[in-house]
């Protein structure tokens, strides 16, 4: 018995050197949207995988759809260590408790944040989150099957696209076009413009306008000409567009949304000081390079903008000009009565 009792522990503590082997300082859990890192496919730099190499910190990563779905997610108990959220989410949590204050000791790279992403309105005291990409929404059409220059949002609820229109599946933003289309701000708290807006996706979707409501699905249906028009993010469009030459995009005139994703560390978080390291990682030169380069957002860091080409500079799409910039607007967080039931239960009853 002693034997045996000897040779289970020896193949335990084997084991157990093994798997302490392969991550010998832990794990970090990262939740991040799709299509929303360098992965190394097309020689590009596989992030997570450098990562891990320089760390020895396991990566386990998840992706997710949207705001409200990362929100619901960390409510019903699901435990992540960085999560990428956008401006009025992280507003959100802030005011719930939801997240921890970060130690800037543990990111230096931060020194490298331009001084207008620093300070911002969704966490004024800069102590919760580390700017990672931002960019506008807009339009996307497909030259090659509309003859027409699309420059408003109205193009989204017109008849004579019927069947052809691909809009964004997150409540925010599809009531938010529909509210900037009726010329109403996309913070409003007014409830007859908020039921306006209902009223106005409801018919839209009557008159069969609606192909689909889409997520990360716009990719595929974009590139493969499936749909003429979507409604989706500005660095999306650039990379749909190295596919697809014929997709053109538009910030529309009546303005729309400027945003800014942010890291940020959960107060359920385990491994704080794993994703501080992976902030920090991700607020590299080379890796933000890598990942502006990937994945066609919009970088917050100085020296990565500095290191980018002149072309990608110049771009009106990754880096628009002010007088578009002028006419755009950031979500701020809303009223818990206006979000359950303009953002919720209505959304939900306007169906798929």
């Not at 960019?135 to 696209?161: E, H, Q, R």
């Amino acid at each position: 018995m002693l034997s045996l009792a000897l040779a289970l522990l020896m193949v335990s503590t084997l084991l157990a050197g093994c798997g302490s082997s392969n991550t010998p300082n832990g794990e970090v859990n990262v939740l991040n949207w799709g299509e929303y890192i360098s992965d190394g496919e097309d020689d590009t730099m596989d992030v997570i995988k450098e990562f891990e190499e320089q760390t020895g910190i396991k990566v386990n990563y998840k992706v997710c759809s949207d705001n409200e779905t990362l929100y619901s997610n960390l409510k019903q108990g699901d435990s992540y260590d960085v999560i990428i959220p956008s401006d009025y989410m992280i507003s959100r949590l802030i005011e719930e408790g939801m997240l921890q204050k970060l130690n800037f000791d543990n990111i230096p790279n931060f020194s490298d944040v331009m001084d207008n992403f620093v300070n911002p309105e969704y966490d004024p005291t800069n102590e919760y989150s580390v700017p990672y990409m931002w960019g506008t929404v807009g339009i996307i059409y497909n030259t090659s099957m509309i003859s027409d220059s699309i420059t408003s949002w109205s193009a989204l609820f017109d008849t004579k696209y019927a069947g052809q229109v691909l809009m964004i599946n997150n409540s925010r933003d599809a009531i938010g076009v529909a509210l900037k289309y009726l010329g109403y701000s996309y913070n409003t708290t007014d409830t007859a413009e908020l039921q306006e807006a209902i009223d106005l996706l409801a018919q839209q979707k009557a008159d069969g306008i609606v192909q689909a409501k889409v997520m990360d699905e716009i990719f595929g249906k974009m590139e493969n000409g499936e749909a003429a028009i979507g409604v989706y993010y500005a660095g999306d469009f650039l990379t749909m567009q190295e596919v697809n030459p014929d997709l053109a995009f538009v910030v529309p005139s009546e303005g729309s949304n400027l945003f800014t994703d942010a890291m940020c560390i959960p107060t359920s978080a385990a491994n704080k000081e794993n994703a501080e390291k992976f902030i920090n990682f991700m607020c590299s030169t080379d890796v933000g390079l890598a990942n502006c380069e990937a994945i066609g957002y919009s970088t917050p860091l100085q020296s990565v903008y500095d290191a980018l080409d002149e072309e990608t500079r110049s771009n009106p799409v990754a880096y628009p000009p002010d007088e578009v910039l002028a006419t755009c607007e950031a979500f701020t967080n809303l009223p818990q009565d206006i979000l359950k039931e303009f953002y919720t239960d209505k959304w939900l009853k306007l169906g798929s």
